[in-house]
């Protein structure tokens, strides 16, 4: 080992991929033992720690060049001792002063103190929250504000964040180029408007999940205590600079919206509508979802890779704000998006209607999709014959379909142009 130039070594730990093989390698080798100190850049740590404080403190003074750490404890209860605090986080940002990418998950012990703490770190690009129960609307302003090279920013699951100033300081420099909020209960799509023009502009990835959904009263939907006249009278047009006529968000290329409620044209749906580079949607039980907006991405988003469509529950096909689709939306995309590839299409598993017809899947037919999955249909062998004449397809999925036959199998399987077909 010792006869090994330094470039070399650098390439036979890069090799280790497992950390108890880089443990090992370092019990064994000094020099594995001192190279890996300066080398090791990311490092996760958990439940495994049984003084968190001592650990991250030996950690980080360790390894000296960290600059991607994850902290997570997914299965934690009480019984297994403490987890790390606002002053180990504070130990943290004091001794990495590479610390570029940072996910905090289930960390429970850790509040505004320790978000505070995080504007230690100068270099901190990516910050990945996943529910922090004692962290509020403070403690998040006073990261975002602290930290303004930020270009990433994934929250979910605060449960205690009840103010959303610190969506102003999020979009004021216009650095965040991937943006996502999963079960945020004070943030919806009237929040979102206050990351400004800016802040959307830079945009590549964003994805929105609402927390909850409530029922339905008359004419109007809950969404977190909000109407849907409400939701539906602003458009993300309102976000605009007035400087001339330019593309919205002409770096957008990744939208996920799951369980969102607008009408054609407003709110997060406008997002799709404006942006030509889009690649990937993710349409999850979108309430309001039709075939216009179909139409519309069509016509937009003729770059469109992969789609993604789950219909909505069954009982909410009865509200006027949720019209059936049909196949009318779908051909439009097979004719339009030349370059689709994955097609996944989801039916709710209680809708005792299918919302898509085996006419949907002549966008086999007439795109080059390479990969199409179906889940939740009552009924797929319908759509079989169609799928044979495609020679382009080579994955076939299909999940959760319980009424999938040995003789649609077998017809599958006589087509040799499929190289995998996995039947779950």
């Known amino acids: 080992m010792d006869s090994l130039t330094d470039d070399m070594l650098a390439i036979v730990l890069g090799c280790l991929n497992r950390v108890v093989d880089r443990n090992n390698a370092g019990l064994v080798c000094r020099r594995f033992y001192d190279a890996e100190r300066v080398l090791r850049t990311e490092i996760c740590v958990g439940c495994e720690m049984n003084s968190p404080r001592s650990a991250i403190a030996a950690l980080s003074t360790r390894f000296i060049n960290l600059s991607k750490v994850k902290i997570a404890y997914p299965r934690w209860i009480s019984s297994m001792g403490n987890q790390v605090d606002d002053s180990a986080l504070k130990i943290l940002s004091q001794n990495c002063h590479q610390l570029s990418d940072l996910s905090l998950v289930f960390c429970c012990f850790i509040t505004d103190v320790g978000m505070g703490n995080l504007t230690l770190c100068k270099r901190l690009q990516s910050v990945r929250l996943n529910f922090l129960p004692c962290v509020t609307g403070r403690g998040l302003l006073s990261l975002v504000s602290g930290c303004r090279d930020l270009t990433l920013f994934h929250i979910e ?44 502009h830079n945009l590549q990835e964003f994805s929105f999940e609402v927390d909850l959904i409530h029922g339905i009263e008359g004419n109007t939907y809950g969404y977190n205590g909000r109407q849907a006249v409400l939701l539906n009278s602003w458009s993300m047009e ?35 509508f404006q942006s030509s580079s889009l690649r990937h949607l ?32 069954g009982h909410l096909h009865l509200h006027p704000m949720n019209p059936l689709l049909s196949d009318v939306g779908l051909l439009a995309v097979a004719q339009l998006c030349s370059n689709l590839e994955t097609l996944e299409l989801s039916v709710w598993e209680f809708d005792p209607s299918p919302v898509f017809s085996s006419a949907d899947l002549e966008i086999v037919n007439n795109s080059v999709l390479d990969e199409l999955i179906i889940r939740d249909c009552d009924d797929p062998d319908a759509c079989f014959d169609t799928l044979r004449r495609c020679r382009r397809l ?19 399987a006589d087509v040799v142009y499929y190289n995998g077909t996995r039947i779950h």
């Not at 979009?171 to 991937?178: A, H, L, M, T, Y």
């Not at 330019?246 to 799951?258: I, K, N, V």
């Open 394 to 412: 080579r994955c076939l999925t299909v999940d959760n379909c319980p009424n999938v036959d040995r003789e649609g199998l077998v017809a599958l």
């Open 238 to 272: 309102d976000t605009q600079v007035d400087d001339g006529p330019q593309e919205r968000f002409p770096y957008l290329q990744t939208l996920s919206l799951t369980k969102s409620l607008s009408q054609l044209g407003t709110g997060l749906y406008s997002l799709m």
């Open 282 to 313: 993710r349409l999850d039980t979108c309430i309001g979802l039709s075939d216009e907006d179909l139409l519309m991405i069509a016509h937009n988003c003729s770059q469109l890779s992969s789609l993604y469509l789950r219909a909505p529950m």
């Open 157 to 200: 699951s605060l449960v205690s964040v009840r103010t959303v100033e610190w969506l102003d300081f999020l979009g004021r420099k216009g650095n965040i180029q991937s943006f996502a909020v999963k079960k945020c209960r004070c943030v919806g799509d009237l929040e979102l408007r206050r990351l400004g023009h800016r802040g959307w």
